[in-house]
């Protein structure tokens, strides 16, 4: 009778530590090796491969490339969601790249349901991802570059006009320069030009990336259906599309709330049950593309919809933050609806074809 084994794979960036696991729970087997699909293959080739049930890793940038890899290798793969591994990583006394490898593969061998698999994204997906975040970290540098600009004009009473393109901001400090140099006798270009460039490098290449996006959403079928819903435009359809990526995972439509984290987080002890904010679970960057897709939905004055209504319905109630958060909820569902049924009538998802009654209820009848 073959030996069960499983893999448990801590990898980092530069070095990766391997534990293998028998049916007991013993290490049979350890070591630290190069980041490299080649070099696992190689380690644990000699255990015959059909023995191993599966190889276990924590999510993060590195797992994403050796996931991929060893998937084509015909091994039998588990990404673990991060943020639930790392209680199980904490109960060792001493944090240790190996200890780590040892209790990853311990959870794949006894307690894998009790972990949240994080599903390994196709290339597209994958793509699409790195351009959105890449897209955030660039607009939150040139906030700050554009925050220092104005601290420096600010120091000598001068002030930065908010622009809306790198022209129009170089236009304007360049004035406001002349105006400190005319008036004050001050030249704060030495200081001040270096961080402008900056900042319209910074401008040009999100007005670039924005360009990008809504040719890529135009050409994928279901993003442009997404971007028919009033409020969602490129950045909503792609962020949503690329954070699925397989909507019949979700068995049904209103399951995309709890993964997007936008339902409360609930506590019950006996008779007492607690309602806090939202989990903020899963992708932060999707979640706030959805809030802010919500929020031009309900502030929109050419549009009308029931979910506008029921929106505008519940901020009266409970004030507008509560409201976003659930026209965002209601959002997701509708998108995933519309991903699921794949029928259209007359620019309108079919909740009927859906089979889903909170689907049906957020359906937007344009008015």
């Given at each position: ?11 980092g960036v530069y070095a990766t530590s391997v534990c293998v696991l028998n049916s007991a ?7 630290d090796l190069p980041t490299s699909v080649e070099a696992i293959d190689a380690f644990i ?323």
């Amino acid at each position: 009778m073959s030996k069960r084994l499983w893999v448990g794979l801590d990898a980092g960036v530069y070095a990766t530590s391997v534990c293998v696991l028998n049916s007991a729970g013993e290490p049979i087997q350890q070591g630290d090796l190069p980041t490299s699909v080649e070099a696992i293959d190689a380690f644990i080739r000699p255990l015959r491969r059909g023995n191993i049930e599966v190889i276990a890793m924590e999510s993060g940038s590195s797992s994403i490339y050796l996931a991929r890899g060893l998937e084509r290798l015909k091994y039998s793969v588990a990404v673990f969601d991060a943020r639930q591994i790392s209680a199980f990583l904490g109960l060792k006394q001493n944090k240790t790249d190996r200890n780590d490898a040892r209790a990853i593969a311990d959870v794949a061998r006894s307690g894998r349901s009790a972990v949240s698999e994080v599903l390994v994204k196709s290339v597209e997906c994958q793509r699409i991802r790195s351009m959105l975040a890449n897209r955030k970290q660039m607009l939150r540098m040139r906030i700050a570059s554009e925050a220092a600009i104005g601290a420096q004009f600010n120091l000598y009473g001068g002030k930065l006009a908010k622009c809306h393109s790198a022209a129009t901001l170089r236009r304007k400090a360049n004035l406001e320069m002349d105006r400190l140099r005319k008036e004050q006798k001050i030249d704060l270009r030495p200081d001040i030009e270096p961080v402008l460039s900056i900042c319209a490098g910074l401008r040009d290449y999100v007005q670039h990336l924005d360009r990008k996006f809504a040719d890529m959403a135009v050409n994928i079928d279901i993003c442009r259906r997404f971007m028919e819903i009033p409020g969602v435009g490129p950045l909503t359809a792609l962020s949503f599309y690329s954070a699925i990526c397989d909507p019949d995972r979700f068995a049904r439509c209103i399951d995309v709330g709890p993964y997007l984290g936008l339902v409360p987080r609930v506590r019950q002890s006996g008779g007492t049950v607690a309602r806090f904010r939202i989990s903020k679970m899963g992708n932060t960057m999707t979640r706030q593309h959805l809030v802010t897709a919500a929020m031009h939905l309900l502030r929109a004055r050419s549009t009308d919809s029931s979910l506008k209504r029921w929106g505008l319905n519940l901020r009266e109630r409970r004030g507008g933050g509560r409201a976003n958060t659930a026209v965002a909820r209601k959002l997701s569902i509708v998108m995933l609806a519309m991903w699921k049924g794949r029928v259209r009538q007359g620019g309108v998802i079919s909740a009927v074809a859906v089979g889903h009654r909170q689907a049906a209820l957020a359906v937007m009848c344009r008015g």
